[in-house]
T-cell receptor, first 112, second 111 residues
Framework: GEDVEQSLFLSVREGDSSVINCTYTDSSSTYLYWYKQEPGAGLQLLTY?????DMKQDQRLTVLLNKKDKHLSLRIADTQTGDSAIYFCAESISGGYNKLIFGAGTRLAVHP | SQTIHQWPATLVQPVGSPLSLECTVE??????LYWYRQAAGRGLQLLFYSVGIGQISSEVPQNLSASRPQDRQFILSSKKLLLSDSGFYLC??????????FGQGTRLTVV
C-alpha cells in the first residue's frame, strides 16, 4: 500500500542544522517532495528529487534519497527562526495524473 | 506566471448546512486539479482529482462531492455537512508527474 511516515516533532537551536526524516513504501514513486506549511497557510513546495537521484542541494537545503531503504531526508543548514513550520514529505504515484501521498508532517521548532 | 486562488479562507457552518468551496487557477491551461483535506495533526488526504472539465475521480468515500465546470475552476461541495467534515481544505494544481502547487487553504469548522 501507499504510506509515508515522518516523526512528528523536531526541536533545534538557531544556527544548528536540522534533519527531518521520512520513509515511504511505494517503490514505484517517481518524485519525492518536501513541502513547508507555516501556521494557517497552504503548502509551499521547498524542493523535490527525482527517484533516480541520490542527493539534491539547493542553497541551505540538502535532500538525500536512499531508494533501497525507501528513506528520504531534508537537511536545513544554519536553521533560522523563520524555518519554524511543519514540513511534509510526499511521494508521487504516477498514473496519468500526479497523486501525492503525504506524511503527517514534522513540526520544526527553532529556539534561540 | 501561474496563480491559484481559493476562498473563503475560513468558514463556520452548522451541521446539516450545504457547502461550496471554490478554487480557480490562472496562467495555465488544462491543469490537473486536486482537493486535499488536512485533519488536525495529520497529513493531507487526497479527496478528489480532475484531469479535465467534467472529469472527477474520488479517492475516498465521503460526504463531499467535487465538480469542474470550467477548465480552471474546481468546486468542492456538500449537501449536508457533518461534524466530521471539519478540517483544512486545500486545492492544488499540477501538470503530469511534476510538483503540485497549493492554494492558501480554507479552514472549515462545522458546529
Amino acid at each position: 500500500g501507499e504510506d509515508v511516515e515522518q516523526s512528528l516533532f523536531l526541536s533545534v537551536r538557531e544556527g544548528d542544522s536540522s534533519v527531518i526524516n521520512c520513509t515511504y513504501t511505494d517503490s514505484s514513486s517517481t518524485y519525492l517532495y518536501w513541502y513547508k506549511q507555516e501556521p494557517g497557510a497552504g503548502l509551499q513546495l521547498l524542493t523535490y528529487i527525482f527517484s533516480n537521484m541520490d542527493m539534491k542541494q539547493d542553497q541551505r537545503l540538502t535532500v538525500l534519497l536512499n531508494k533501497k531503504d525507501k528513506h528520504l531526508s531534508l537537511r536545513i543548514a544554519d536553521t533560522q527562526t523563520g524555518d519554524s513550520a511543519i514540513y511534509f514529505c510526499a511521494e508521487s504515484i504516477s498514473g496519468g495524473y500526479n497523486k501525492l501521498i503525504f506524511g503527517a508532517g514534522t513540526r520544526l521548532a527553532v529556539h534561540p | 506566471s501561474q496563480t491559484i486562488h481559493q476562498w473563503p479562507a475560513t468558514l463556520v457552518q452548522p451541521v446539516g448546512s450545504p457547502l461550496s468551496l471554490e478554487c480557480t487557477v490562472e496562467g495555465t491551461s488544462n491543469p490537473n486539479l486536486y482537493w486535499y483535506r488536512q485533519a488536525a495533526g495529520r497529513g493531507l488526504q487526497l479527496l478528489f482529482y480532475s484531469v479535465g472539465i467534467g472529469q472527477i475521480s474520488s479517492e475516498v468515500p465521503q460526504n463531499l462531492s467535487a465538480s469542474r465546470p470550467q477548465d480552471r475552476q474546481f468546486i468542492l461541495s456538500s449537501k449536508k455537512l457533518l461534524l466530521s467534515d471539519s478540517g483544512f481544505y486545500l486545492c492544488a494544481w499540477g501538470r503530469g508527474v511534476t510538483e503540485a502547487f497549493f492554494g492558501q487553504g480554507t479552514r472549515l469548522t462545522v458546529v
